[in-house]
């Protein structure tokens, strides 16, 4: 037998105020921002139909939705209307390493390992198969790596002997093939270097652009890669931050098209903004053409985030006419000014679901629900509003 949740007794078929969001989840919805989500289908819709690429700073202080708006756009279901038919973009999400030292190397897992190597394989095999002949597609990877070894590697990554295929995929993330392997496939040098694994990066992306697994494109498709929470380079010594920020760069300038690079930026305070250069580089921030800030909210847009929330995870048995339940409008009201003004913590989505799901929860705990009631004026004049939890409601 299925076992309710309280969420489920007000009317709702989960927890709305969940901190952290899930890519691919049925659950992930938008709510309220309608300026930043407008934003983002106008520049979104504009990727889609131009070719070359694009670097797009999305900014905001801590807990104002930039994971969640990378998870919410890579779901095909949720792109802009353009009026034209396009591939679904790939879509890969990487966290920024927190450890400089290991920086490139994990970026360049993570891509791989993101796109996964049986699909790279079935894209290459795709692409020989299209090609008049393997010279012709040896050339061409060739070409867009500017390395017979590391593009005679990525070709073999689609050859129809599977045992051939297995060999070159190990020496994806083995930058020194024994001699052995290295004779078998007929290379003389393994992907060894930074520069060389982001050049297989920029070569993949090229590739997946016109190739789909099991069949070629017929209009190029867009790589849309996001890159969380880059306010991490911070936190990198000299010695390693310059590799990577520079890596980064040269993948940019390698794939001039078909490419959205996102690079989601957290700051503390507004002044920080203006650290931003400092923190990413001038060679890296020099390449950005667009950026989007999402500004705190205010009191009333603070309300409708939570009103759709609310809508869009209420249970289709709802009979409440109060579209707030189980706030009423005045207790929310309440709870903002104080969370501006006493806590002085910017209305972020992170910081209004930590504070509705914690106060919520300590409704439960008082059985306040079924009595019948809903979190009113009175309930929340009660909330003492400190960063603790809430003993003295």
Same mark, same amino acid.
């Given at each position: 037998?299925?076992?309710?949740?309280?969420?489920?007794?007000i009317?709702?078929?989960?927890?709305p105020f969940?901190?952290k969001?899930?890519?691919?989840?049925?659950?992930?919805?938008?709510?309220?921002l309608?300026k930043?989500k407008?934003?983002?289908d106008?520049?979104?819709g504009n990727?889609?139909?131009a070719m070359?690429?694009?670097?797009?700073?999305?900014?905001?202080?801590w807990g104002?939705?930039?994971?969640?708006?990378?998870?919410?756009?890579?779901?095909?279901?949720?792109l802009?209307?353009?009026?034209?038919?396009?591939?679904?973009?790939l879509?890969l999400f990487?966290?920024?390493?927190?450890?400089?030292?290991k920086?490139?190397?994990?970026f360049y897992?993570?891509?791989?390992?993101g796109i996964r190597i049986?699909y790279?394989s079935e894209?290459?095999?795709?692409?020989r198969?299209?090609?008049?002949n393997?010279?012709s597609?040896?050339g061409?990877?060739q070409?867009?790596c500017?390395?017979e070894?590391?593009?005679r590697i990525?070709?073999?990554?689609g050859d129809p002997?599977?045992?051939?295929?297995?060999d !070159? +995929?190990?020496?994806?993330?083995?930058?020194?093939p024994?001699a052995?392997l @290295?004779k078998? *496939? /007929?290379?003389?040098r393994?992907?060894e270097s930074?520069s060389?694994?982001?050049?297989?990066i920029?070569?993949?992306?090229?590739?997946?652009?016109?190739y789909?697994g099991?069949?070629?494109?017929?209009t190029?498709?867009?790589?849309?890669?996001?890159?969380d929470?880059?306010?991490?380079?911070?936190y990198y010594?000299?010695?390693y931050y310059?590799p990577?920020t520079?890596?980064?760069r040269?993948?940019?300038?390698m794939?001039p098209n078909?490419?959205?690079?996102f690079?989601?930026f957290?700051f503390?305070?507004r002044?920080?903004?203006?650290t931003l250069?400092?923190?990413?580089?001038k060679?890296?921030?020099d390449r950005?053409n667009?950026?989007?800030?999402s500004?705190?909210?205010?009191?009333?847009?603070?309300?409708e985030?939570?009103?759709?929330?609310?809508?869009?995870?209420? !249970? +289709?048995?709802f009979?409440?006419?109060?579209?707030f339940y189980?706030?009423? @409008?005045?207790a *929310? /009201?309440?709870?903002f000014d104080?969370l501006?003004?006493k806590?002085?913590?910017?209305l972020?989505?992170?910081i209004?679901n930590?504070?509705c799901?914690k106060?919520?929860?300590?409704?439960?705990e008082?059985?306040?629900?079924?009595?019948?009631?809903?979190i009113d004026e009175?309930?929340?004049n009660?909330?003492?509003f400190?960063?603790e939890a809430?003993?003295?409601?």
């Amino acid at each position: 037998m299925k076992k309710h949740s309280d969420f489920e007794k007000i009317g709702l078929r989960l927890n709305p105020f969940g901190v952290k969001p899930e890519m691919g989840s049925e659950n992930l919805t938008w709510a309220g921002l309608k300026k930043v989500k407008g934003n983002f289908d106008s520049l979104i819709g504009n990727c889609l139909k131009a070719m070359e690429t694009k670097v797009v700073l999305h900014m905001s202080r801590w807990g104002g939705g930039k994971t969640h708006t990378s998870f919410y756009y890579s779901n095909p279901k949720n792109l802009p209307s353009i009026g034209i038919d396009y591939p679904t973009p790939l879509n890969l999400f990487v966290v920024t390493p927190q450890e400089g030292e290991k920086a490139s190397d994990e970026f360049y897992k993570k891509i791989i390992e993101g796109i996964r190597i049986t699909y790279i394989s079935e894209s290459i095999n795709t692409m020989r198969s299209n090609s008049e002949n393997d010279r012709s597609s040896l050339g061409e990877i060739q070409n867009y790596c500017k390395s017979e070894d590391i593009g005679r590697i990525l070709w073999l990554l689609g050859d129809p002997n599977p045992e051939i295929a297995y060999d !070159a +995929s190990e020496l994806i993330f083995l930058p020194k093939p024994t001699a052995s392997l @290295k004779k078998a *496939l /007929k290379v003389r040098r393994g992907i060894e270097s930074t520069s060389d694994k982001f050049v297989v990066i920029s070569t993949l992306f090229k590739i997946l652009s016109i190739y789909d697994g099991e069949k070629k494109l017929d209009t190029q498709r867009r790589i849309f890669l996001w890159l969380d929470e880059i306010e991490s380079l911070i936190y990198y010594s000299t010695r390693y931050y310059k590799p990577f920020t520079q890596a980064l760069r040269e993948l940019i300038d390698m794939t001039p098209n078909q490419l959205t690079f996102f690079l989601n930026f957290s700051f503390a305070e507004r002044d920080t903004i203006s650290t931003l250069e400092f923190i990413i580089g001038k060679a890296l921030s020099d390449r950005i053409n667009e950026k989007i800030i999402s500004e705190e909210l205010d009191i009333s847009g603070a309300i409708e985030y939570v009103g759709d929330l609310l809508k869009f995870f209420r !249970a +289709s048995d709802f009979k409440e006419t109060n579209e707030f339940y189980p706030f009423n @409008k005045e207790a *929310l /009201k309440i709870m903002f000014d104080n969370l501006e003004n006493k806590l002085k913590e910017p209305l972020m989505p992170r910081i209004i679901n930590k504070w509705c799901e914690k106060i919520i929860t300590r409704a439960f705990e008082k059985s306040y629900f079924s009595l019948g009631k809903e979190i009113d004026e009175n309930f929340m004049n009660q909330v003492s509003f400190r960063d603790e939890a809430m003993e003295d409601i």
